[in-house]
């Protein structure tokens, strides 16, 4: 079974500060990788996705993520967070046409 | 619809009943999951089921807990014999295609069991 580690489970930023938040997963074969986000009293909503070609992959709000595979690695970044940030971030896994394995999640706490 | 819709948004009831969830896709998608999501924790799959067919239950903690999609669309999500350690948020989610591809959320259901 597949496992998704996000390493970082609470993180504090000030606005305009860079943003990284990790995620790292165990299947050695083909994947599909996601980054969901869930602001506060809402659903998760999708930030960017994975399936192949070019492994920087930007999403919407500003945010990007790198595959690296030799890493098993999908990282989330964002150069510069606002205040409007501050939500729940989750990193998933797909093995093609299998279940999606969602990691624990980031909270981001950006402060004005 | 323009969205995943799921009720009842809250459920609380007493240990020991049954209780059911619904999850209302959005129209044309064929895929639905099912995932049962701790505070503090990220979604952990349950079940899904591409048209009516339930292709992966091996989430599915114990044989209290069933889901059906009868006619491909609407799928509902069965705890029986309620226990006070299946509190969670319960979320449902679907998808254009059988293969992978973005899932669309729906909000939740809060199920408390006292």
């Known amino acids: 079974a597949q496992s998704v580690s996000q390493h970082n489970h609470h993180v504090i930023l000030s606005e305009a500060a860079s943003l990284e938040l990790g995620c790292n997963y165990s299947y050695g074969g083909t994947v599909n990788l996601f980054w969901y986000v869930q602001y506060p009293g809402q659903h998760l909503q999708l930030l960017l996705k994975?399936?192949?070609?070019?492994?920087l992959v930007k999403g919407i709000k500003g945010f990007e993520a790198e595959f690296i595979k030799s890493k098993f690695s999908f990282n989330l970044r964002k150069p510069s967070v606002q205040w409007s940030d501050t939500a729940e971030y989750f990193c998933?896994?797909?093995?093609?046409?299998?279940?999606?394995?969602f990691g624990t999640g980031t909270s981001l706490t950006v402060i004005p | 619809g323009a969205g995943v819709s799921q009720s009842p948004r809250y459920k609380v009831t007493k240990r020991g009943q049954d209780v059911a969830l619904r999850c209302d896709p959005i129209s044309g998608h064929v895929s639905l999951y099912w995932y049962r999501q701790a505070l503090g924790q990220g979604p952990e799959f349950l079940t899904y089921f591409n048209y009516e067919a339930q292709q992966d239950k091996s989430g599915l903690p114990n044989d209290r807990f069933s889901a059906e999609r009868p006619e491909g669309s609407i799928s509902t999500l069965t705890i029986q014999r309620t226990e006070q350690r299946d509190s969670a948020m319960y979320r449902c989610a679907s998808s254009l295609g059988a293969l992978v591809s973005e899932q669309f959320f729906g909000p939740g259901t809060r199920l408390t069991v006292l």
């Open positions: 994975y399936f192949s070609g070019d492994p």
């Open positions: 998933a896994v797909n093995e093609d046409g299998n279940q999606f394995y």
